[in-house]
């Protein structure tokens, strides 16, 4: 009873700490126009489901360990690239708040993470499997959440160009093979700055080991609305999984604040470390279910850029965070 109690008490804490700080205003730097609950309220307007996060609510667990490449530190000095490993705690999903969508379904795919170095702030990423994301602004991204029909997305490409990388991706690329055989992108830009001061405008990628590879249409009608999250928890039983972590690093005329940009060309990388994924959880049920992956949330020597959509999520996901907290605050 003490333990349920404690666990109330914090949610409580955290819930109002997050709905107090983010609830009416723009996030900073970003557009007055559209606000965070303007975002959550449009996500909410095809129902709610208590206790799941307001988008990417269907997602799987997991945790595994991070170790650093020797070349890491020379980019940049946060703890992440320092010591032998951190532990990581993460989370496969699929977007929308439905916490029982098809995984059959042609979508993008979402992997969040949460470093826990040996010593020092633990860092966060969230990143998705597309090249290049839709849109630029809060404001677009709004108007993207409430696109639902193939004549509604003729529409929204024509008025934003460069979201058809987006579409076009989802559609010859929605369902891949599993959840091991993808590869992920920041899309934002982020400064690293190393010890010496020296500072560089990078995005990054996590590389699957295991290849990337997707399904066919036809390939994909025949598999399970949950083969994704079941497929993971059989290869765990096989062993661990892992991806390989790279910096893109930024160039003259790359655009650092605009995620639906490509940055075309070659790029210098340099290879930052290696993800190792050895166990998994349910949807819901797992260690990583009450973690706000907030990218925003970086320990020192990384730090975010002026992206406006990177900015919105912070107040975002903690407006989200905090109904769902509530939520589960109540249902105890």
Not at 116 to 130: A, I, Y
Request: proline share 7%; hydrophobic share 35%; with cysteine.
């Amino acid at each position: 009873m003490k333990n349920s109690v404690s666990t109330l008490a914090l949610l409580l804490l955290q819930t109002t700490l997050g709905v107090l700080s983010f609830a009416t205003g723009p996030a900073p730097g970003a557009s007055a126009t559209v606000t965070p609950v303007d975002v959550i309220n449009t996500m909410e307007s095809g129902g709610i489901h208590a206790g799941f996060r307001r988008n990417h609510a269907k997602g799987l667990c997991f945790g595994g360990t991070f170790k650093p490449s020797k070349g890491a530190s020379s980019l940049s000095s946060s703890n992440l690239f320092e010591g032998p490993t951190s532990t990581v705690m993460g989370r496969f999903s699929n977007p929308g708040p439905n916490p029982v969508s098809a995984d059959n379904a042609p979508m993008p795919r979402g992997m969040a993470l949460q470093f826990h170095p040996e010593k020092g702030d633990t860092s966060n990423m969230s990143m998705l499997n597309v090249p290049a994301f839709a849109v630029s602004t809060p404001e677009a991204f709004n108007e993207l959440l409430k696109v639902k029909t193939p004549e509604q997305i003729a529409v929204f490409k024509k008025k934003y160009p460069r979201s058809e990388v987006f579409f076009k991706f989802v559609e010859t690329h929605g369902v891949p093979q599993s959840f091991t055989t993808v590869d992920f992108h920041s899309l934002h830009a982020f400064k690293f700055t190393n010890k010496k001061g020296q500072s560089q405008y990078a995005r990054w990628n996590f590389i699957s080991q295991q290849g990337n590879r997707f399904l066919t249409a036809d390939q994909a009608k025949s598999k399970s609305a949950n083969f994704l999250s079941e497929g993971l928890v059989s290869e765990l039983k096989k062993g661990p999984v892992s991806w390989d972590m790279e910096a893109i690093l930024a160039k003259e005329g790359d655009n650092l604040t605009d995620p639906s940009a490509e940055w075309k060309g070659d790029h210098k990388k340099i290879k930052l470390g290696t993800l190792t994924i050895t166990k998994t959880t349910g949807n819901g049920e797992g260690p990583c279910d009450m973690i706000n992956f907030d990218p925003n949330n970086l320990a020192a020597g990384i730090e975010s850029s002026d992206d406006p959509i990177l900015k919105f999520r912070s107040p975002a996901y903690g407006l989200s965070f905090g109904k769902r907290a509530t939520e589960k605050a109540k249902a105890q």
